[in-house]
């Protein structure tokens, strides 16, 4: 029936291929999207099955948007998102520019450098928990023997030192994804404006900021757009590690959200929160589109 459709009308063949794809995204994609936006709308509680008939508008927004319970873990979310996108481009920078100045062992050098980036985030939470705890940790245990510190350090349970210890392990499995884009703009950037800054008489500090630095740029944009979904769903490395504690002094949006629907069963209210978090990750990339776009405009990409 297939071929003999495709064989009196041909323009129907993409539309026909399409189709599987089409159909596994409708029940993966779209039906969760319009059943969670649904629930969003109502008092839907897990507990209470019938609460998901009860459709009261607005109404889980406008509580969360005079709610300061949600938006302190919002703010600690969006200032998580950039020390962690700021610190991750800095590192990635950094190590994108010492790996392409090796002329020996580079490309075992450039797989070593992807290994972070393929442990499950899960895998560095319990990691990075055992490194960071003050009994039986790496860290507490490597410090004391040296003397540099004579009492266990409560890495995971002060509330400045957990976010710190969240942030060091976010950018310790997420960095080389920034040094990876950065490395292949660099393999990429044509060698004749540096030469011709070379004769210019320009030093290494000058050529780096007027001339490599701008044509990283777009490709730094494109990572920091990959990592803010990545960071603002941020879930797995804080459940494990501090489970949003010291009296929720590390929760996170995606935290809360998990606790909000599953621990306290109310799922239209979790519903609204993710909703918003989308949002929020809609707004960080669009925000580095749009310095994609200026980037490239400002290198000639876009004319």
Request: hydrophobic share 55%; net charge positive.
């Given at each position: 029936?297939?071929?003999?459709?495709?064989?009196?009308?041909?323009?129907?063949?993409?539309?026909?291929?399409?189709?599987p794809?089409?159909?596994?995204?409708l029940?993966?994609?779209?039906?969760?999207?319009?059943?969670?936006?649904?629930t969003?709308?109502?008092?839907?509680?897990?507990?209470?099955?019938?609460?998901?008939?009860?459709?009261v508008?607005?109404?889980?927004?406008?509580?969360?948007?005079?709610?300061?319970?949600?938006?302190?873990?919002?703010?600690?979310?969006?200032?998580?998102?950039?020390?962690?996108?700021?610190?991750?481009?800095?590192?990635?920078?950094?190590?994108?520019?010492?790996?392409?100045?090796?002329?020996?062992?580079?490309?075992?050098?450039?797989?070593?450098?992807?290994?972070?980036?393929?442990?499950s985030?899960?895998?560095?939470?319990?990691?990075?928990?055992?490194?960071?705890?003050?009994?039986?940790?790496?860290?507490?245990?490597?410090l004391?023997?040296?003397?540099?510190?004579?009492?266990?350090?409560?890495?995971?349970?002060?509330?400045?030192?957990?976010?710190?210890?969240?942030?060091?392990?976010e950018?310790?499995?997420?960095t080389?994804?920034?040094a990876?884009?950065?490395?292949?703009?660099?393999?990429?950037?044509?060698?004749?404006?540096?030469?011709?800054?070379?004769?210019?008489?320009?030093?290494?500090?000058?050529?780096?900021?007027?001339?490599?630095?701008?044509?990283?740029?777009?490709f730094a944009y494109?990572a920091?757009?990959?990592?803010?979904?990545?960071?603002?769903?941020?879930?797995?490395?804080?459940?494990?590690?501090?489970?949003?504690?010291?009296?929720?002094?590390?929760?996170l949006?995606?935290?809360?959200?998990?606790?909000?629907?599953?621990?306290?069963?109310?799922?239209?209210?979790?519903?609204?929160?993710?909703?918003i978090?989308?949002?929020?990750?809609?707004?960080?990339?669009?925000?580095?589109?749009?310095?994609?776009i200026?980037?490239?405009?400002?290198?000639?990409?876009?004319?």
């Open positions: 029936m297939i071929r003999a459709l495709t064989t009196k009308r041909p323009e129907m063949t993409p539309f026909l291929l399409l189709t794809a089409l159909i596994t995204m029940f993966v994609v779209a039906l969760p999207l319009v059943f969670s936006l649904w969003s709308l109502t008092p839907y509680q897990l507990t209470k099955p019938q609460t998901i008939y009860s459709f508008g607005l109404r889980n927004y406008t509580r969360l948007l005079t709610d300061p319970g949600f938006w302190i873990p919002f703010g600690r979310t969006v200032l998580f998102l950039t020390i962690a996108l700021n610190l991750e481009f800095a590192f990635g920078l950094g190590i994108a520019l010492l790996i392409n100045k090796i002329t020996w062992g580079q490309r075992g050098l450039r797989t070593i450098m992807m290994f972070p980036m393929m442990f985030p899960i895998l560095v939470g319990f990691q990075f928990k055992f490194i960071f705890n003050d009994n039986i940790g790496i860290l507490n245990n490597a004391q023997s040296l003397g540099l510190t004579d009492q266990a350090i409560p890495w995971l349970v002060d509330a400045k030192l957990a976010m710190f210890s969240l942030l060091f392990a950018i310790w499995m997420s080389s994804v920034f990876i884009l950065l490395l292949a703009g660099l393999f990429a950037m044509p060698r004749d404006p540096l030469e011709a800054a070379k004769v210019d008489g320009c030093n290494a500090f000058q050529t780096f900021r007027h001339i490599t630095l701008p044509f990283l740029m777009p494109i920091m757009t990959i990592r803010s979904l990545d960071v603002a769903r941020a879930y797995d490395i804080v459940k494990v590690m501090t489970g949003g504690g010291p009296a929720g002094r590390t929760e949006l995606w935290t809360m959200i998990a606790r909000t629907g599953y621990e306290n069963a109310k799922m239209g209210q979790a519903n609204a929160m993710a909703y978090s989308t949002v929020l990750s809609i707004l960080f990339t669009w925000y580095f589109y749009r310095k994609l200026a980037a490239r405009r400002f290198m000639g990409g876009v004319q």
